[in-house]
């Protein structure tokens, strides 16, 4: 099993532009989650994502949207690129909800400048 | 308050010396704690996971919980270089989320 992917690995934008950060599991989990984390911050919560079909609004989801058409993929939309938008995203994904021990992909470092 | 706080170090330590990472929380409800590790340029990986109070011991590490303080820490025996990284608590809620606290970054020196 590969995981959770993510692609790209790295991207820089310019202000205003628009991109879509990819995310994929192969384990079958029903739970899908984006997080940002920049220094000293920890991970902040963007959205997620329960099922197909159904995505939820994180702590921070201002700037942003998802959509969950299969239970593999979790795109992360980015529209009309700001600075503060400069982070390094995380995708991960989870089985259940008690514990929920969720794995997480590699990360997408993303520069908007 | 913030749900879950951890003190952001950095935290240097000799190779060998016990570690003592920790966190704090302000929600009592259903409480599932976590560790997590994050080496750099990598994403976390789960550690250990306690639902109760007291210790829970996986080799070297051992998670302690003491409910009745809201206290939660992490343990490293006879820590080694290979420990260096990003530690990271995290509490569950009772749903799908997860709270995570900053992270303390620790490097052990050889």
């Known amino acids: 099993n590969a995981g959770v992917t993510q692609t790209p690995k790295f991207r820089i934008l310019k202000i205003g532009q628009s991109m879509t950060l990819q995310c994929a599991q192969d384990?079958?989990?029903?739970?899908m989650y984006w997080y940002r984390q920049d220094p000293g911050m920890g991970l902040k919560l963007i959205y997620y994502s329960v099922g197909a079909g159904i995505t939820d609004k994180g702590e921070v989801p201002n700037g942003y949207n998802v959509s969950r058409s299969t239970t593999e993929y979790f795109p992360l939309r980015l529209e009309l690129a700001a600075p503060s938008q400069t982070s390094v995203y995380f995708c991960?994904?989870?089985?259940?909800?008690?514990?929920?021990?969720?794995?997480f992909g590699p990360g997408t470092r993303l520069t908007v400048l | 308050q913030k749900e879950v706080e951890q003190d952001p170090g950095p935290l240097s330590v000799p190779e060998g010396a016990i570690v003592s990472l920790n966190c704090t929380y302000s929600n009592s409800a259903f409480q599932y704690f976590m560790w997590y590790r994050q080496y750099s340029r990598k994403g976390p990986e789960l550690l250990m996971y306690?639902?109760?109070?007291g210790n829970k011991e996986d080799g070297r590490f051992t998670a302690q919980v003491d409910k009745s303080s809201k206290y939660i820490s992490l343990f490293i025996r006879d820590s080694q270089p290979s420990d260096s990284a990003t530690y990271l608590c995290?509490?569950?809620?009772?749903?799908?989320?997860?709270?995570f606290g900053t992270g303390t970054r620790l490097t052990i020196i050889p």
């Open positions: 991960a994904s989870s089985q259940d909800s008690s514990y929920n021990e969720q794995f």
């Open positions: 384990m079958n989990h029903n739970y």
């Open positions: 995290a509490k569950n809620f009772g749903n799908e989320k997860l709270t």
């Open positions: 306690t639902y109760s109070s």
